[in-house]
């Protein structure tokens, strides 16, 4: 983790990283921030464009978790059964039957229905899930925590606290 820069004249000279092995200066004619949160411009004192333009909002932050024991098959058959639920198809069920793995969003009745009764608590338009290369399991990436900074601590305990509740509230 970069943890010190040397900044001068608006160039950057060094950074100190530092890890379990200690801190260690690196000298280079060219940075590549690749943090996520733009540690080193940070550092540099520069004022970084952060969220979208006019309210500066970070997208949604989202918890994936992951489903096993998932019976594909009797999944694959309710999507063919009940191809309203499943928009984004547009109809190619081939989709379905052709993949290698099941890549797809949907549930869209079922979701609405249980934001309507209050079983999940936040707005979502469908359930988005990815079978993995081990049979049986699936990533599901539905969650959504909104109004956070990913930059700013307390919205990060704040967006894990919640997106694990969201988490359950989908799994359930």
């Given amino acids: 983790m970069v943890c ?3 900044y001068i004249n608006g160039r ?3 950074v100190e990283v530092c890890g379990k092995s200690g801190k260690r200066r690196i000298e280079a004619k060219i940075f590549v921030d690749a943090s ?3 540690d080193i411009a940070f550092l540099a004192g520069l004022e970084p464009n952060k969220g979208r333009e006019g309210d500066g909002k970070c997208q949604p932050m989202t918890m994936n978790f992951k489903v096993i024991n998932v019976d594909t098959e009797r999944v694959k058959k309710y999507i063919m059964n009940n191809n309203d639920e499943f928009p984004r198809l547009e109809g190619d069920l081939s989709k379905v039957t052709h993949a290698p793995r099941l890549s797809i969003g949907g549930y869209v009745n079922t979701l609405g229905k249980a934001q309507e009764t209050g079983k999940i608590s936040f707005q979502r ?4 899930f990815f079978e993995t290369d081990r049979m049986g399991e699936f990533i599901v990436n539905t969650t959504r925590v909104i109004n956070a900074d990913p930059t700013v601590p307390e919205d990060l305990t704040r967006a894990e606290i919640l997106g694990r509740k969201q988490a359950w509230e989908v799994f359930e």
Avoid at 125 to 128: A, C, R, W
């Fill in 4 to 6: 010190d820069i040397e």
């Fill in 12 to 14: 950057i000279n060094s």
């Fill in 36 to 38: 996520g949160d733009c």
């Fill in 125 to 128: 338009e469908d359930i988005l």
